[in-house]
């Protein structure tokens, strides 16, 4: 996982010259251009447009959750596009802070289900009273409280302790993924407290509905895809702003930023918890929709699984990460379901053939067709 | 899948096309439809639902770890539909849509501890991969210890894929306990054994008695580095049944001489049996009328008489110690007489009073 990082630093330059043709977001630093802002505002309503009124109208109820699932993916790796493509910081740590949302959002559930009574897996695991760290959980406000606050919180403290001492590049990333391993290890041995390996699964209710009922399922998935849209806007807006220029800017160049007269650890810190929050409400929206929060879900592969589907999506474009999470969750179910024998190699192949064949991946691969065929006309 | 998931599906496999070549079930062939949940419990869900939901399956037969099936349980429960679970578990669960063809807790664990108490050993050592399974099982090993007399030295988990155990072996060497039982999961048994091979304690000195290596996993570990130890199981390849002799022979021609069958592959095969015997009592594969009929089902099976329990939907099974032979078989060398009569709960043990 070296390679990306140092690519990130040595051909900074490079990238940053055309980083923001890929990104529709980009508009702004092209002022020349106002057909490309209003391209990407139509690009924008026909995917949201796709998303909430085709996709519930086509799927069966089964792919549309299959769809939610990816979707929540895709939500994470918003925040890793805007982490590492936008402010070069590689997370491989993500799923700590998707984590972190998805068990505050089971606990609230299971909690709920469990009315009064222990939840189920304490039972068997000899657990006998509710242990104190589960109480305020059975109040959704707090619950869903902290599905942001927890992961910005540990954002933060982590930020604000790595990026002050410039720790940067492949320390970083190891970093966070030495704190990926830790959380799994933690959660399996505190079986009692946490479910252990098999984490919070099994619940009924879902704010005063069935969560396993089709319609419930339909409202989640709305809810995730209008959850995506407004991040994403959001993300987009952060990254137009004089705070996204200077993300970029220290970026490509943490010195100079710094020697301008800013301080890069408040803008990279600040970066990171955004992108834990998003991750943590990915989390939160995760439980509901798939049914199961666990270590498995929160360890290092499915960390570095994600920040691949960024790179396949193309990390320097917003719009290609969350393109690259759903095309990756697509993928994985589609070649499991038709080859149950080889799909992880395929999995694995599809990624080498994008980061040969595109290195800025299918979001780069997509602008560079338009910038030709501007070129000619 | 995982090696040792792959050699359950082909058994489930083998067991379809017998029964096809058998004429089928109520005057249709099965067709089977593989999918893999890839060792990772939320895609074991996801493929529960597709073959409900979409392939509209009789029944499923799957699941290795128990995270695979706790995942899984929401989905059948809810949608009201049949899984037939191959491996043995800790436990402490009873799912009305859950059929579970492998051992529960007194059908193995329980047996295995009697058989250290015959022995007279009395002070034991536990080590165990870091999940569900092992966690509960030496819960009930030390209320068992508690109540028999028996002193536990020690009780190490390690995370699972753990490759590394010179610092627990030399722990284990220093306790000195007359027995080690054994929890620890796949991969992680080969760098265990090993180790401790090269420590020079030999079987017979400080034996240990594992409850998930069998003649699959055998062959991984190196037979050099386990003979002699201990196991603990309902079926070896070894098992002197008809019904065995025809399964091995059956599957060594489907899939390759060099083939070993175990336990767990045995349930996976006894399932699509069972059910099958089910469906055709009930006259339906209707999943209520499948369940009602299948109480009582009994079949003469590789590992000896089987009898579905209608009330946990578990069933009973013969407990048989196996030592490992340097050919890497299994040798029989106690079994519980007849089969057990399943008891998830162990509500019938009194010393497992505290437990649940």
């Given at each position: ?32 251009r ?21 996709a ?8 549309l ?12 790796a918003?925040?890793?596009?805007l ?14 802070f998707?984590g ?33 760290l ?39 990333a ?57 991040l ?14 200077l ?6 160049g943490?010195?100079r ?19 834990a ?11 509901p ?7 498995a ?9 994600l920040?691949?589907?960024?790179a ?27 080859l149950p ?29 338009v ?7 | ?9 082909d ?16 005057g249709?062939?099965l ?41 899984m349980?929401p ?19 009873s ?66 894929g ?45 034996p ?65 049996y ?5 469906v055709k ?20 099976r ?7 329990d ?16 340097p ?30």
């Amino acid at each position: 996982m070296t390679a990306p990082v140092e690519g990130a630093d040595t051909r900074a330059p490079i990238e940053s010259a055309d980083a923001a043709v890929p990104d529709k977001g980009a508009g702004a630093t092209a002022p020349g251009r106002p057909v490309r802002r209003w391209q990407g505002a139509a690009a924008f309503t026909a995917v949201a447009v796709l998303a909430l009124v085709v996709a519930p109208l086509l799927l069966e109820p089964f792919r549309l959750g299959l769809l939610a699932k990816y979707l929540c993916y895709a939500i994470v790796a918003l925040g890793i596009g805007l982490a590492w493509g936008q402010g070069g910081m590689l997370t491989l740590g993500q799923g700590v802070f998707f984590g972190l949302g998805g068990y505050a959002m089971g606990m609230y559930l299971k909690l709920n289900d469990a009315g009064g009574d222990l939840p189920d897996f304490m039972v068997w695991s000899g657990v006998e009273e509710l242990p104190a760290l589960w109480k305020p959980f059975g109040n959704p406000v707090f619950a869903l409280t902290m599905v942001v606050v927890l992961p910005v919180a540990v954002a933060l403290l982590l930020g604000t302790l790595v990026f002050r001492q410039r720790v940067r590049g492949a320390y970083f990333a190891i970093l966070t993924q030495a704190l990926a391993a830790a959380l799994v290890i933690l959660l399996v041995g505190q079986q009692g407290l946490t479910g252990g390996t098999n984490g919070l699964t099994n619940f009924f209710d879902f704010f005063g509905r069935d969560v396993a009922a089709d319609e419930t399922q339909r409202g989640l998935y709305l809810l995730v895809a209008v959850v995506l849209g407004v991040l994403y806007l959001g993300a987009r807006q952060l990254v137009r702003s004089r705070f996204g220029r200077l993300l970029l800017a220290v970026r490509d160049g943490e010195d100079r930023v710094r020697f301008l007269g800013y301080n890069p650890a408040t803008v990279k810190t600040l970066t990171f918890a955004v992108s834990a929050g998003m991750a943590g409400i990915a989390g939160a929206l995760f439980v509901p929709v798939v049914g199961i929060i666990s270590p498995a879900l929160l360890g290092v592969v499915p960390s570095l699984e994600l920040v691949v589907a960024v790179a396949v999506g193309g990390r320097f474009a917003l719009a290609g990460a969350v393109l690259g999470a759903v095309v990756m969750g697509y993928a994985r179910t589609y070649f499991s379901e038709e080859l149950p024998d080889a799909w992880l190699y395929l999995q694995g192949a599809l990624f080498v053939l994008v980061m040969t064949l595109a290195p800025k991946g299918i979001a780069g691969l997509a602008a560079g067709l338009v910038r030709r065929r501007e070129a000619r006309a | 899948m995982a090696i040792s998931e792959v050699t359950v599906r082909d058994a489930e496999l083998l067991a379809v096309e017998e029964i096809n070549a058998a004429g089928g079930v109520l005057g249709k062939k099965l067709e089977p439809v593989v999918e893999d949940g890839a060792s990772d419990w939320p895609t074991f869900a996801e493929k529960a639902t597709k073959l409900i939901a979409q392939d509209k399956v009789a029944t499923v037969f799957g699941g290795w770890t128990s995270a695979s099936r706790k995942a899984m349980l929401p989905v059948f429960e809810k949608r009201k539909a049949l899984l037939w679970y191959p491996v043995q578990y800790e436990g402490l669960e009873s799912s009305p849509y859950i059929f579970y063809t492998g051992a529960t807790t007194n059908q193995q664990i329980v047996p295995g501890l009697d058989y250290l108490k015959e022995q007279g050993k009395k002070k034991l050592f536990l080590v165990g991969s870091d999940y569900v399974f092992p966690r509960t099982a030496n819960k009930i090993i030390k209320a068992y210890a508690a109540a028999n007399g028996m002193e536990v030295l020690g009780e190490e988990y390690t995370p699972l894929g753990h490759t590394e155990y010179s610092t627990l072996v030399n722990k284990i060497t220093e306790a000195k306990p007359d027995a080690v039982f054994n929890t620890l999961n796949g991969d992680s048994n080969v760098a265990f054994f090993k180790q401790l091979k090269s420590t020079g304690i030999t079987a017979d000195q400080m034996p240990v008695m594992s409850v998930s290596v069998a003649e699959e996993e055998v062959k991984g570990i190196g037979v050099d580095n386990v003979a002699g130890q201990l196991v603990a199981w309902n079926y070896y390849q070894t098992t002197d049944t008809p019904a065995n002799e025809k399964f091995v022979a059956a599957f060594k021609a489907k899939y390759g001489a060099d083939k070993v069958t175990s336990d767990p592959m045995e349930a996976g095969y006894n399932a699509v049996y069972l059910w099958a015997e089910a469906v055709k009592k009930a006259g339906s594969t209707d999943v209520e009328a499948v369940k009602k009929a299948a109480g009582g089902v009994s079949l003469d099976r590789p590992e000896g008489k089987v009898t579905i329990d209608g009330d946990n939907q578990h069933v009973y099974k013969t407990a048989r110690i196996g030592v490992v032979q340097p050919d890497g078989q299994i040798k029989e060398v106690w079994n519980s007489g007849e089969p057990i009569k399943p008891d998830p709960y162990l509500k019938t043990y009194p010393w497992a009073g505290g437990l649940v």
